[in-house]
């Protein structure tokens, strides 16, 4: 097992159950890094990782709770529309991005449009999903 505080670095693909990729390594240009221990990915994601050894590959499939959760119906909330900036018309399914109190920005779904008010899930994108992973453990 790869100790707390080593830093690894990892080539991966990430996709979905309907083979969609949301996320890789390629796509960033380099391998990710992380200092093991340090709550910088998701849970299930770095259990997986510390098991490995330098150079393996391998597959992982890791359920909701294991990474993003799942879909907290706690989470979505109605906006009315006169409290929303000027901008296109909102439709079902967009994404907007939200900024939170200390700047960052979050991506929220619309879930519903109605004359007065819409609704947003402020639920991770990947929250509510199985995610499957093709790793190689580049370096400790």
Known sequence: MIEKGKKVQVDYEGKLEDGTIFDSSEKAGKPLEFIVGEKMVIPGFEAEIVKMKKGEEKEIKLKPEEAYGEVNKGLFRK??????????????????????????????LVTEVTDKEITIDLNHPLAGKTLIFKVKLVNV
């Open 79 to 108: 906006v009315p529309k006169d409290q929303l900036p000027p901008g296109p018309e909102l439709k079902k399914g967009m994404v907007l991005g939200l900024q939170s109190p200390d700047g960052r920005q979050l991506p929220v």
